[in-house]
């Protein structure tokens, strides 16, 4: 079936600084994937989808680019914010089920 | 904006007794999800659903059923509620057409067996 590995259960940055959360995953079939952020006590939002391969997508000073030779769609910003701290999500959908599998996600912590 | 209602915001249960989480959604969509997220980690798909009256099974469906009387209405029992089932649920809905449409989440329901 399908999955998704993100690598780094917490990341924790000063803000300022650049910051990329890992995302590989496994399926059979061409994938979509997406980004989601959580933030603390709310409800998961997309943050990011993917575009064709080698393709890189933006959102909020966000970006990822989809590289299926790698099946990779690790998440990039150049300067994170206190405000981005959250929990965020890698997500993958089944192309011929519907059903969109997440990562174990990745907790950002930004400190001044 | 798309809309996913879920209700209760949060309930407390006894072990043994049944639950039923509701939600609703106005966005005309075809698919439904029921996901569970334990405290600091992923989200689980239990239950999903892209037509009322059928359900499918998720990846972690033991202990769960779900309903899908109509299209914007989809429900998830615990018919025996368990300690382990103490966790935040989140309902959401997607158009899904060719996979690349986002989901619209819920604000989810805390549930805490005791």
């Known amino acids: 079936g399908d999955s998704v590995t993100q690598t780094e259960g917490l990341v924790t940055l000063t803000k300022g600084l650049p910051v990329m959360l890992n995302c590989t995953y496994q399926t059979t079939y061409s994938p979509f994937l997406f980004w989601y952020v959580q933030h603390l006590n709310e409800a998961p939002k997309l943050l990011l989808k993917?575009?064709?391969?080698?393709k890189r997508t933006e959102h909020q000073g966000f970006y990822a680019t989809l590289h299926k030779s790698s099946s990779s769609f690790h998440l990039q910003k150049s300067s994170v914010q206190l405000s981005d701290s959250a929990l965020y999500f890698c997500?993958?959908?089944?192309?011929?089920?519907?059903?969109?599998?997440f990562g174990h996600g990745t907790i950002l912590r930004v400190h001044p | 904006e798309a809309a996913v209602t879920q209700s209760p915001r949060s309930k407390v249960a006894v072990t043994g007794g049944k639950v039923t989480l509701s939600c609703h959604q106005t966005?005309?969509?075809?698919?439904m999800y029921w996901y569970r997220q334990d405290t600091g980690h992923g989200l689980r798909l239990i239950h999903y659903?892209?037509?009322?009256?059928?359900?499918e099974k998720g990846d972690i469906p033991d202990g769960y059923k779900a309903s899908r009387p109509s299209q914007e209405n989809f429900s998830l029992i615990l018919e025996l509620a368990s300690l382990s089932q103490t966790a935040v649920y989140f309902c959401?809905?997607?158009?899904?057409?060719?996979?690349?449409?986002?989901?619209?989440f819920g604000h989810g329901t805390k549930l805490s067996v005791l």
């Open positions: 659903s892209y037509v009322a009256d059928s359900t």
């Open positions: 966005n005309n969509h075809d698919y």
């Open positions: 993917s575009s064709t391969d080698n």
């Open positions: 959401a809905s997607s158009a899904y057409r060719d996979g690349s449409e986002r989901l619209f």
């Open positions: 997500a993958l959908i089944g192309a011929n089920t519907g059903k969109l599998t």
